[in-house]
């Protein structure tokens, strides 16, 4: 008799609890159905795109064919003059882009000597004075090894 009063209540197993849980069960499958909505949207979002895509690469295609159809004619006509200024073209552009990385080239070199005689101390100014150093002990030695053999030379 306590259980039928509990169901009443609705403690457990009563409609009440169908009614409650329904509702969370509900949920579970709208939130289902939204996520196979947005899949099915993502679906038709790219397979517009793709195919809107596959057009435009057909057209450009098609142009690019038409174009080259239309225009192989006139550059066989003028290949002597076209292949001679495009070399120059070519030569010119290069002779340009070297010119302007050696002018930034000496520009930074000048830039670096500049700080390394003010005593900035850019970056390698160790290295050049340990190199620096070495050199000038290799003179040395050398000096002393030909003053030693004058001598020896001298007095034999």
């Known amino acids: 008799m306590a259980d039928h009063h509990r169901g009443a209540t609705g403690g457990g197993g009563g409609y009440g609890d169908l009614q409650r849980g329904g509702g969370m069960h509900g949920e579970a499958q709208q939130q289902q159905k939204q996520g196979a909505m947005m ?12 195919g809107s895509m596959l057009v435009l690469s057909g057209l450009i295609l098609a142009g ?35 010119s302007g990385g050696l002018g930034v080239a000496a520009l930074s070199v000048f830039s670096w000597m500049y700080k390394y005689l003010t005593g900035k101390h850019p970056p390698g ?13 290799k003179a040395r030695d050398i000096k002393d090894a ?9 007095g034999s």
């Not at 099915?40 to 795109?49: D, I, M, P, R, V």
């Not at 038409?66 to 120059?88: E, G, K, N, Q, R």
């Not at 030909?146 to 001298?154: E, K």
């Open 146 to 154: 030909a003053q030693h053999r004058i001598d020896q030379a001298q």
């Open 125 to 137: 100014a160790d290295q050049l004075d340990h190199a620096k150093a070495r050199l000038a002990s």
């Open 64 to 98: 690019t064919v038409i174009a080259l159809t239309v225009a192989t004619p006139v550059l066989v006509i003028f290949s002597p003059v076209l292949v001679p200024a495009a070399i120059a073209l070519a030569l010119m552009a290069a002779g340009f882009v070297t």
């Open 39 to 50: 899949t099915a949207l993502k679906a038709a979002t790219a397979a517009t795109f793709g």
